[in-house]
């Protein structure tokens, strides 16, 4: 009876000691939020495009010296790591941030809008933070900050990835060097070999989900994405006489038809899904005169890999025998942009409950279906367990529905959202190394890939 009431009177302090040591979390976001916010306002009012980050690497690279934390610089063009080793061992851990911005006119009204203008593809161009990777970069700052701050209670090192061009490059051809841009050449250019991390964690800002809310979802969670341009080769003719020339419009409609048949008549959609858009169709010059060629470009999309391999496969073939019937030649062009971003299972999972220490299981949703958009972020999920969440950007009270989507001119980050988005990768560095043992040996087992 003594020793069970030892016991009650000790827990309650195991409990409080417990809690202490993590309670340093949450006021260590509170003293970063500020600066994180102007770090986020700065940025979006002053944009760069793909492989052009010139100024925005720089400022990551000083604000990560002014933590104490060491920089290495060089990766892919405008490419930053930070590497911050805790006090206790552990294992070696990656935080992903993307800083690019897009080819778009803002639109919002925000009193730190952009006006700036670049140029992309040797086009000046507007300039807008429209996807949130001004949000990404300031909350991985936000969370080395308070990391450093308190580096002697991680267990293992932090490796910091400020990564561009994961929109595309304003300088390169990204049909035929997207190798040379973004997360792949940042794996190219040995970003991760020293140290070498095991595990990695991204987030992405998404409008239509409310501000401060955490979705996840274990296998896919974005789908692959490759880029598809098709030239069709006839002979020109007079409107009026088709039977003298060979018309490439006609068979490029067909094409255009035909392709859907690899998806409705010949994946197993019982894996997941897949979809062919062709987004541009150019030719001819007059409305009387067949052209002697047509070009098209478009997308392929799946969520499963044996899907997107089999579109691949089958569609230069498809188009051949289309072109032979009707007398004209095609040439099919196929770039990789990315492949599906899926979440390794096991990670997934154990990391569940640290989201739902954050603001609560109501602002912490399972996701029962992949987003359709993708992420270069899938390449590094290829060397090691990765995990890839949303973080609602939308303010609360507003209509969801309503909200203008990524890539959009009026597309806004609520600023109250960031300080979740800063806590999360504390929380997968404070947690994580409770979880690597059964991760690693699910990872190396090629179990819950």
């Given at each position: 009876m003594d020793m069970l009431k030892q016991v009650s009177l000790c827990l309650p302090a195991l409990f409080c000691c417990s809690l202490s040591f993590a309670d340093w979390i949450k006021p260590s976001v509170q003293a970063v939020e500020s600066h994180t916010i102007k770090l986020r306002q700065h940025i979006h009012q002053h944009p760069e495009l793909g492989n052009m980050e010139?100024?925005?690497?720089e400022l990551v690279q000083k604000e990560l010296k002014s933590y104490g934390i060491e920089v290495r610089h060089g990766f892919a063009k405008t490419g930053v790591i930070g590497i911050l080793k805790g006090a206790k061992s552990g294992p070696v851990m990656a935080l992903r941030a993307d800083?690019?911005?897009?080819?778009?006119?803002?639109?919002?009204?925000?009193?730190?809008?952009?006006?700036?203008?670049?140029?992309?593809?040797?086009?000046?161009?507007?300039?807008?933070?429209?996807?949130?990777?001004?949000?990404?970069?300031a909350m991985l700052l936000g969370a080395a900050k308070a990391l450093a701050a308190n580096k002697d209670k991680i267990s293992g090192t932090v490796v910091f990835v400020f990564q561009p061009a994961e929109e595309g490059g304003a300088d390169i051809d990204n049909f035929t060097q997207g190798d040379q841009i973004g997360s792949r050449k940042m794996i190219a250019d040995g970003a991760f070999l020293q140290p070498k991390p095991e595990v990695i964690f991204g987030m992405h800002v998404m409008a239509g989900m409310p501000s401060g809310n955490i979705f996840y979802k274990d296998g896919a969670i974005l789908n692959s994405a490759d880029h598809l341009r098709i030239q069709v080769n006839g002979k020109q003719v007079h409107g009026s006489m088709p039977w003298l020339g060979r018309d490439p419009i006609y068979a490029s409609a067909q094409m255009i038809s035909n392709m859907q048949s690899l998806i409705s008549r010949k994946a197993d959609l019982t894996q997941g899904?897949?979809?062919i858009s062709i987004g541009s169709i150019h030719a001819g010059t007059a409305a009387n005169v067949i052209p002697n060629q047509v070009n098209m470009?478009?997308?392929?999309?799946?969520?499963?890999?044996?899907?997107?391999?089999?579109?691949?496969?089958?569609?230069?073939?498809?188009?051949?025998?289309n072109a032979a019937a009707n007398g004209v030649t095609t040439k099919v062009e196929i770039a990789s942009y990315a492949p599906v971003t899926s979440n390794h299972k096991t990670l997934t999972q154990l990391m569940q409950p640290s989201w739902t220490k954050i603001n609560g299981i109501e602002k912490t949703h399972l996701l029962d279906h992949n987003a359709s958009a993708?992420?270069?972020?899938?390449?590094?999920?290829?060397?090691?367990?990765s995990l890839f969440v949303f973080l609602g950007a939308t303010p609360l009270g507003t209509d969801m529905t309503k909200a203008a989507p990524n890539h959009n001119p009026q597309f806004i980050v609520d600023d109250a959202t960031l300080k979740t988005g800063i806590e999360s990768h504390i929380r997968f560095v404070m947690d994580y190394p409770k979880i690597a043992n059964e991760v690693q040996t699910a990872w190396k087992n090629k179990q819950d890939i």
């Open positions: 010139f100024k925005t690497s800083m690019d911005a897009l080819p778009i006119e803002e639109k919002t009204g925000l009193p730190f809008a952009s006006k700036v203008k670049a140029i992309y593809q040797g086009t000046e161009t507007h300039v807008m933070h429209g996807c949130g990777h001004d949000a990404h970069t899904m897949g979809v470009t478009g997308t392929i999309r799946s969520n499963h890999e044996s899907i997107r391999q089999s579109i691949l496969q089958d569609l230069p073939t498809l188009l051949e025998f993708s992420e270069d972020f899938a390449y590094y999920g290829k060397l090691m367990p």
